[in-house]
């Protein structure tokens, strides 16, 4: 059974640090690219980080250099690594797969054809 299941989102102080984790199965981590998206409060979803399926990364503007995606094929889980935290960076968070196997990062969310239920990321004093 195809599952995305993401954990890791809490309340955080600005500046502060948080690791998300997406936990895959039903297919094979290494053909597909996984994004990380987030969705804030009366905005539409965005895209964050994407790692494809040789593991080439890219990342958007507002969350360069703070932002790591990483992947861990053993375990089956992305990972995005969230430094210096602020409090636009509060959303909840989704990590998806590509439709097709084989493809780079860039693609439109309608090409994604599996989400998670998404972990709510809050940056609090």
């Known amino acids: 059974q195809l599952q995305l299941v993401e954990s890791g989102g809490t309340l955080v102080q600005p500046g502060g640090s948080l690791r998300l984790s997406c936990a895959v199965s039903?297919?094979?981590?290494?053909?597909?690219?996984i994004g990380w998206f987030r969705q804030a409060p009366g905005k539409e979803r965005e895209g964050v980080s994407c790692i494809n399926y040789n593991g080439l990364t890219v990342y958007a503007d507002s969350v360069k250099g703070r932002f790591t995606i990483s992947r861990d094929n053993a375990k089956s889980t992305v990972y995005l690594q969230m430094s210096n935290l602020k409090p636009d960076d509060t959303a909840v968070y989704y990590c998806?797969?590509?439709?097709?196997?084989?493809?780079?990062?860039?693609?439109?969310?309608?090409?994604?054809?599996?989400w998670g239920q998404g972990t709510q990321v809050t940056v609090s004093s």
């Open positions: 039903g297919f094979a981590l290494t053909h597909y690219a």
């Open positions: 998806a797969k590509d439709a097709a196997r084989w493809r780079l990062c860039g693609r439109p969310q309608s090409e994604y054809d599996a």
